[in-house]
T-cell receptor
């Protein structure tokens, strides 16, 4: 069973703080890792992807990947109330050419 | 707007009826995916197409579900003899050549089976 695990939260942080979201995956064949943001009632929006071990930064977002530990994380710096959403971690299934496996998501709440 | 579009956005149907959803991908994207999402869960993969060819189907896709992409452009997902357990958000995504895993979602079709 290919699994992606996330803490469901809610994760509550004050405005301006760093939010740290974590994800573990079971398939060692996975090579591509994604973070999607989903506002309530809306569809997922791709915000970050990472393919190599280490950090990848894009604006206030940093994705971190550790393939040896099968762990990927998303840091959101200077969190804003507009960042309040559910963050979905997705991983490609190593035995497929198109199938993404999603975690259940972590709900983030940024308090003003 | 050049994003993925889906129609209808909402569909309410009675158990046993057939429903069909449409997805129009981003124009230069040759891959199209269907996912299903229920409350509190992440999207679950159903099937995907590369151009007009259906390359993979999940075991979640029972024989009541069928998807087509006849000309390699838009796609349709049909559910026959709907059941209450089919109530979910049906999401379509597309991706471009060489960036297959970078999938961009449409707004979804919310299906309610009464």
């Amino acid at each position: 069973q290919k699994e992606v695990e996330q803490n469901s939260g809610p994760l509550s942080v004050p405005e301006g703080a760093i939010a740290s979201l974590n994800c573990t995956y079971s398939d060692r064949g996975s090579q591509s890792f994604f973070w999607y943001r989903q506002y309530s009632g809306k569809s997922p929006e791709l915000i970050m992807f990472i393919y190599s071990n280490g950090d990848k930064e894009d604006g206030r977002f940093t994705a971190q990947l550790n393939k040896a530990s099968q762990y990927v994380s998303l840091l959101i710096r200077d969190s804003q109330p507009s960042d309040s959403a559910t963050y979905l971690c997705a991983v490609n299934y190593g035995g497929s050419q198109g199938n993404l496996i999603f975690g259940k998501g972590t709900k983030l709440s940024v308090k003003p | 707007d050049t994003g993925v579009s889906q129609n209808p956005r909402h569909k309410i149907t009675k158990r046993g009826q057939n429903v069909t959803f449409r997805c129009d991908p981003i124009s230069e994207h040759n891959r199209l995916y269907w996912y299903r999402q229920t409350l509190g869960q992440g999207p679950e993969f159903l099937t995907y197409f590369q151009n007009e060819a259906q390359l993979e189907k999940s075991r979640l896709l029972s024989d009541r579900f069928s998807a087509e992409r006849p000309k390699g452009s838009f796609s349709t997902l049909e559910i026959q003899r709907t059941e209450q357990g089919d109530s979910a958000m049906y999401l379509c995504a597309s991706s471009s050549p060489g960036h297959y895993y970078e999938q961009y979602f449409g707004p979804g079709t919310r299906l309610t089976v009464t």
